[in-house]
């Protein structure tokens, strides 16, 4: 069982930077693959950033949409995996949830469903 906890989030302006991250507890947190996902309203969940467990080598992978401005990282003695948000704008704000998953394969890295465990999650918005 791994229990996921977001902080970070806030209001900021467009170009602004904002750190979340994501404590998780539980065992052999460095076996799992964390991802960030954002939810904007009407929209579906979006994958924005993961960072892999120790079978992946714990590389991070990036929506496409992010990968020039974001980044992630982990700190695998605190079990906490960080998003650097960069250059931040309007279109980036959402609600931006964590979520882990020890089983998860490559080619699933960004699909919601690969996810066990979910953080609460916590609002970004970035004003124009």
């Known amino acids: 069982q791994v229990q996921l906890v977001e902080s970070g989030g806030g209001l900021v302006q467009a170009g602004d930077s904002l750190r979340l991250s994501c404590a998780a507890s539980?065992?052999?947190?460095?076996?799992?693959?964390v991802a960030w996902f954002r939810q904007r309203p009407g929209k579906d969940r979006e994958f924005v950033a993961a960072?892999?467990?120790?079978?992946?080598?714990?590389?991070?992978y990036y929506a496409d949409s992010v990968k020039d401005r974001f980044s992630v990282s982990r700190d695998n003695a605190q079990n906490v995996v960080s998003l650097e948000m960069n250059s931040l704008k309007p279109e980036d704000t959402a609600f931006y949830h964590c979520?882990?998953?020890?089983?998860?394969?490559?080619?699933?890295?960004?699909?919601?469903?690969?996810?066990?465990?979910w953080g609460q999650g916590t609002q970004v918005t970035v004003s124009s």
């Open positions: 960072s892999r467990g120790s079978r992946g080598g714990y590389r991070p």
């Open positions: 979520a882990a998953s020890s089983t998860v394969i490559l080619s699933s890295v960004p699909t919601p469903g690969a996810y066990a465990y």
């Open positions: 539980g065992r052999a947190f460095r076996e799992y693959t």
